[in-house]
């Protein structure tokens, strides 16, 4: 126990709603100090409990100590195996019910994975012989049981900052990085006569008025929870830009530097656009459901959009002179679908369209939509750094060359490009960057295809490339979880100037 803390008996009478049901669960137990974590009210989750708990300490309605415990946050590994599974789950899943060797599991899960993949099955007694392991039916099922336990014990602590299983909890503490110890303090608070006697008072006095006591008269005869018009608030004491809207600023004032123009475009599209004119087959797999978010309505598709569909037809099934096409069916309604844009290269092809010739140089930064499971790496909603140049001496090297360029006006200078496919490019390139001494892969480019510039009767030779805004953000600000860019914790919010004044841009109040 760190504290023992009674403010003066100052009691206020001005409750909220969510202070009102803590305190009537208090006042079941009158004598008792109950900890903030067991207050399990219906509708508050713990974040109000956790304010409205404050406040009642603050009003001197209940008197409160604090007591330390013992938590525990996932590590670095605990994340990754949290979401890709654990090494020897994806040992046991390459084993199957037959064996693999030793050699094919450093192959497939690299050397550091395969080492404590082997490790954690010869602890449960499967030790490779002849540089081979084997393992049989029953106990493929009984360690497939016992290692997603784990997992699931990674998800509890996620959670709950504890995991509730103590011979799982025991494997995770032994290893490196999967969970790391932190102390957590918790408030017990008991409630105050004073505050007793209030609840009584306060009975069923009101607090917002609604539509239905206005016009059954129901208000009549009760009391309103007085407004509170000098609360005590907290100067935050800085105003400059979020962290990503002001590195969207920069990249936006890179891009404007460089020559290009801005383009824009709407969140939801057709898949039409989003897809068939960039010669994305209809079999694709980033069509299907768990990757695209749908809309459940179709429009009737425009005049413009039915001769289009015609052309993609043609040029899906069949191709165009010196190209195959796909081969197979092209079914007009599913470019009628409504989706929400899965990329920003839908911008730049309607741009194109629109700038048949000439030479252009185009950018936006914007909103594209995935149906992702959210975790430390994945947001089902990020931005995209979208890029395109139409010009005559568009070529692998240019392309490079921009993107390097792009780069280093971001104090990057460490960028890789290594082979990859898209289905509107060719050749393609994915960007690899060294950033805060991690590698990463920031998105894809390459040049258009003749199937794809061709059909819109696209004259000029074109590069194009995208790239996540968020998954660099992590990696420039140092963040260990995606999603933390989206917190908006005031703390990192006051000190992330510092992390980025490193770089020669500054950020502007
Ligand atoms: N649209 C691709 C993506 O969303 C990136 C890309 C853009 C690739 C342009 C090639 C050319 O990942």
Redesign the pocket.
């Known amino acids: 126990m760190v504290s023992y803390t009674n403010f003066p008996s100052m009691f206020s009478m001005d409750l909220s709603r969510n202070e009102v049901s803590i305190l009537a669960e208090l006042s079941r137990y009158p004598d008792k100090f109950i900890s903030e974590d067991s207050l399990k009210l219906e509708g508050l989750d713990r974040r109000t409990v956790a304010s409205a708990v404050s406040y009642l300490i603050k009003k001197g309605a209940v008197d409160f100590k604090l007591t330390e415990e013992e938590s525990y946050d996932l590590g670095e590994e605990g994340r990754i195996y949290l979401s890709e599974g654990l090494p020897e789950q994806l040992a046991l899943k390459i084993a199957g019910t037959g064996e693999t060797t030793i050699d094919e599991l450093k192959r497939l899960l690299g050397e550091e994975k395969a080492g404590i993949a082997l490790n954690q099955l010869a602890r449960s007694g499967i030790r490779p012989v002849n540089g081979s392991v084997q393992i049989d039916m029953e106990k493929l099922h009984q360690l497939q049981e016992e290692y997603e336990k784990r997992r699931l014990g990674l998800k509890e602590i996620e959670e709950s900052g504890r995991c509730s299983d103590s011979t799982v909890m025991e494997n995770l503490l032994k290893r490196k990085n999967l969970i790391i110890r932190k102390t957590r303090k918790i408030r017990h608070i008991r409630i105050r006569p004073e505050a007793i006697s209030a609840l009584k008072d306060q009975g069923d006095s009101i607090e917002s008025l609604t539509q239905e006591m206005l016009s059954s008269g129901s208000w009549k005869g009760k009391s309103f929870r007085p407004y509170e018009l000098n609360p005590e608030t907290q100067i935050a004491g800085f105003n400059f830009l979020h962290p990503l809207s002001f590195m969207i600023e920069q990249i936006r004032d890179i891009f404007i530097e460089m020559g290009f123009t801005e383009m824009h475009g709407n969140y939801v599209e057709t898949a039409l656009w989003n897809m068939d004119a960039l010669f994305i087959p209809q079999n694709h797999p980033a069509r299907q459901l768990q990757d695209t978010f749908y809309l459940e309505e179709h429009p009737t598709i425009g005049e413009e959009d039915r001769l289009y569909q015609g052309i993609f037809k043609k040029v899906h099934e069949s191709g165009i002179k010196g190209y195959s096409g796909w081969g197979s069916r092209w079914d007009p309604s599913e470019s009628e679908k409504l989706l929400l844009r899965?990329?920003t290269?839908v911008n730049?092809i309607r741009y194109l369209v629109a700038h048949r010739t000439g030479q252009h140089a185009v950018f936006s930064v914007d909103r594209?939509f995935r149906h992702e499971n959210m975790d430390w790496k994945h947001l089902p909603e990020l931005h995209?750094i979208?890029g395109a140049v139409m010009h005559p001496k568009v070529s692998l090297g240019t392309l490079k060359w921009i993107i390097r360029e792009f780069y280093s006006r971001l104090g990057i200078e460490d960028v890789k490009f290594i082979p990859s496919y898209?289905p509107?490019?060719e050749p393609?390139m994915d960007i690899v960057a060294e950033i805060n001494s991690k590698e990463v892969e920031l998105?894809?480019?390459?040049i258009f295809r003749p199937e794809v510039l061709r059909p819109l009767g696209i004259k000029g030779k074109v590069m194009?490339?995208?790239m996540g805004l968020e998954r660099f953000a992590m990696l420039y600000y140092n963040l260990r979880d995606i999603r933390e860019i989206y917190n908006s914790d005031i703390d990192w919010l006051k000190t992330y100037r510092i992390t980025i004044s490193t770089s020669d841009r500054k950020n502007k109040d």
């Open positions: 899965t990329h290269t730049t594209v995209q979208e898209y509107y490019t393609s998105g894809g480019s390459g194009a490339w995208g």
